[in-house]
């Protein structure tokens, strides 16, 4: 067994610790886009995001598999401004100094506010940096999230969030949910086509079935799942079976909400035997889970975000992967 180490002890391993894990996606040979190596850390050494090993999506885009995920840097209910703007843009900043290089936002956040916030703290953007952002979510009122996959509505939205995060091209746009009212096929043909003009550098799709990304796929080329997903939520563990089979990475949403009483007493237990947080046991399950696993975990804490990095370092062993199920 593992010996256990305090929550201390784990924050500074994790920035002495990287993983050697590279996966290829898209099913083709991947290269670094600038052969970057991973920021680096203090006194040279990798950042504690390497830790969690890397994907490299769509071949030619190599990140470190922990991510942030940019929702609740806006305000309650996902709704208006942030109640503090600059300790959102520092949050963001600290993330990157974590050599977190995946942050996933959407316009639908705020709206808009999540992806100006990123473009106010970090533009101009490192080298290495995958700004993914969704559209396809409409916000008329805080309550309210609408499904819109016009294809006239995708064009408008991806062309608005190139001028809010001052970029030429999205790096990663996705589909945020499949529009009941609008076939698929038309949806993802107008991300295919906004691909072809060059506004967009890779797609990838959110809240989508198996037999959706099957459809999906035969359109266009799919990098990415966006899903939810969690020790406790398991609902998408075919999604999940074809992601790993295609190398697609599979980027989990919610990864710490475990509601399921037994499984979340299981990562309690899991976390009080290694001196960890039952967060950092959801996110070292979720890795261990399978390769292509980028979890995204959010926050509005600077202090939860360097905790849930520090998972990247957290290595599970056989017996505790079998206890959690």
């Known amino acids: 067994m593992t010996p256990s180490i305090t929550r201390r002890q784990l924050l500074a391993k994790a920035g002495a610790t990287a993983s050697g894990l590279a996966l290829l996606g898209a099913a083709r040979p991947g290269q670094a ?41 806006t305000g309650p209910g996902i709704w208006g401004e942030p109640k503090d703007p600059a300790e959102a843009r520092r949050l963001l900043r600290r993330a990157v ?9 959407a316009d639908a956040y705020g709206p808009e506010v999540s992806e100006r916030i990123i473009r106010e703290a970090l ?30 509505h995708l064009r408008k939205a991806c062309e608005a969030s190139l001028r809010r995060l001052r970029l030429e091209r999205i790096d990663l746009y996705q589909l945020h949910a499949p529009d009941p009212d609008v076939p698929l096929e038309d949806s993802m043909g107008e991300l295919a086509r906004l691909r072809r003009e060059g506004k967009i550098r890779h797609v990838g799709v959110s ?4 037999a959706q990304l099957r459809l999906a796929r035969g359109i266009v080329e799919v990098v990415s799942v966006q899903n939810r997903y969690n020790a406790g939520d398991r609902r998408s563990d075919d999604v999940l079976q074809i992601c790993s089979g295609a190398g697609i ?49 959010g926050t509005s804490s600077i202090a939860h975000l360097e905790e849930n990095v520090a998972a990247a370092a957290v290595r599970l062993t056989p017996e505790e992967l079998a206890a959690i199920g």
Do not use: C
């Open 97 to 105: 100094e974590l050599g977190v290089n995946l942050l996933d936002t």
């Open 207 to 210: 809240n989508f079935d198996a």
């Open 123 to 152: 533009h101009p953007y490192p080298g290495d940096l995958v700004v993914a952002t969704k559209g396809g979510l409409t916000r008329p009122a805080p309550e309210r999230w609408d499904r819109d996959g016009r294809p006239a």
């Open 249 to 297: 990475a599979f980027m989990p949403w919610a990864p710490l909400a475990t509601r399921e009483p037994q499984v979340s007493g299981k990562l309690a237990r899991l976390a009080r035997s290694r001196g960890i947080t039952p967060a950092q046991a959801a996110l070292a399950w979720l890795l261990a889970r399978s390769p292509v696993m980028l979890p995204i975990p």
């Open 33 to 73: 886009r600038a052969g970057e190596p991973a920021r680096p850390g203090a006194a040279g050494r990798p950042p504690p995001a390497a830790a969690a090993g890397r994907i490299v999506l769509g071949g030619d885009m190599p990140v470190h598999r922990m991510g942030f995920g940019a929702m609740r840097i």
